[in-house]
């Protein structure tokens, strides 16, 4: 009997559990019965998407913003871990993600991308000016290297075997562990650290391209709204026909 109660009890817990999450992550209106777009993002890459006065702004979000207007549609915000984006999409609990994603193989395996808004934004490392500089990748790599978890400069450098490597989830936890010393070098999207070393305290890092890296931007959408995903790609065609990403690149002072 007090086996029955104990397993009553943690099947109790578990559907507790299923329904708050379901409550946070699933859509409450499919998108075929309603005008809003739920949009995953991850409110940590600035200028791509991040909050600023508890609103989450950025490139990003000015881009899904203005495509889901275009086809007669609003967004609704869900900010979440990124390395949670896309397995919300192959679920269907998110229609759309807007978070400086990059195509690759493997996610175009599990996503629909829409066209490329955003490129030519190459890897790069950041080291701390007056420490022993790294001249390549090479010597940048013998030393513990941060990156942020899930994004292209971790998948990129993953693939490279004994890198000691030190996953951090925002480009601010990775810029406060190099002002400390705990890592020796971060690698990064040159957009998303634009900013900081443009700033006062930007002079004191040193910086290189990595040859041959390029990140390219773009909208992911659910395989499970292929519709929405030829509306939003056909709407992204058409800011960049007409020049409305130029706008926005120089609104957020992307190259």
């Not at 790294?134 to 941060?146: G, K, S, Y």
Request: aromatic content about 10%; proline content about 5%; glycine content about 6%.
């Amino acid at each position: 009997m007090k086996k029955f109660f104990i397993t009553l009890f943690l099947l109790a817990v578990s559907l507790s559990a299923f329904f708050w999450i379901s409550r946070f992550y699933t859509p409450r209106r499919t998108i075929a019965d309603t005008k809003t777009i739920i949009v995953g993002t991850s409110a940590d890459f600035k200028p791509m998407s991040f909050k600023e006065n508890d609103t989450i702004v950025g490139f990003d979000i000015d881009v899904v913003t203005e495509a889901a207007r275009r086809i007669g549609k609003e967004i609704e915000l869900r900010d979440m871990p990124f390395e949670l984006l896309i397995p919300q999409l192959q679920l269907g609990t998110v229609h759309c993600v807007a978070a400086g994603l990059s195509e690759t193989p493997d996610r175009a395996k599990r996503v629909i991308f829409s066209p490329v808004y955003l490129g030519n934004d190459p890897l790069i490392v950041v080291t701390r000016t007056g420490d022993t500089e790294p001249q390549n990748l090479r010597e940048a790599l013998e030393r513990v290297v941060a990156v942020n978890q899930g994004y292209t400069a971790d998948l990129y450098l993953s693939k490279m075997g004994s890198v000691q490597l030190r996953r951090l989830p925002s480009v601010a936890d990775a810029i406060m562990a190099l002002r400390l010393g705990q890592v020796d070098s971060f690698v990064t999207g040159r957009t998303s650290i634009t900013r900081f070393l443009e700033s006062p305290e930007g002079a004191n890092y040193h910086t290189f391209i990595i040859p041959d890296t390029d990140e390219n931007m773009a909208l992911a959408i659910s395989q499970r709204y292929p519709e929405l995903a030829e509306e939003l790609s056909n709407a992204l065609c058409e800011m960049l026909e007409d020049g409305f990403i130029d706008q926005l690149r120089e609104k957020w002072h992307v190259q």
